[in-house]
């Protein structure tokens, strides 16, 4: 198996999450039904962003502490 770590996996999340809402957009531009209401969808892009910040400060975190421990 391999591994993982967080900073990876929320980044995946995030990821399948904007991807979930760039779908419904480009099937509502084209004319076809939305799978997801406008409260839905700010819901989604919401949680997808929450995920990315939480990724960006993860990863800045341990390159200051990684830059840390050098010094």
């Known amino acids: 198996m391999f591994k993982v770590d967080r900073e990876e996996m929320y ?3 995030a990821s399948t999450l ?6 419904n957009v480009l099937i509502g531009s ?5 799978y997801l209401n406008d409260v839905s969808e700010m819901l ?3 949680i997808a962003v929450l995920f990315f910040v939480v990724t960006i400060l993860k990863k800045e ?5 990684q830059k ?4």
């Open 68 to 71: 840390d421990q050098q010094t």
């Open 61 to 65: 975190s341990a390159a200051k502490n």
């Open 18 to 23: 904007f991807g979930a809402f760039f779908f």
């Open 30 to 34: 084209f004319g076809g039904e939305q």
């Open 44 to 46: 989604l892009l919401l």
């Open 11 to 13: 980044l995946g999340i």
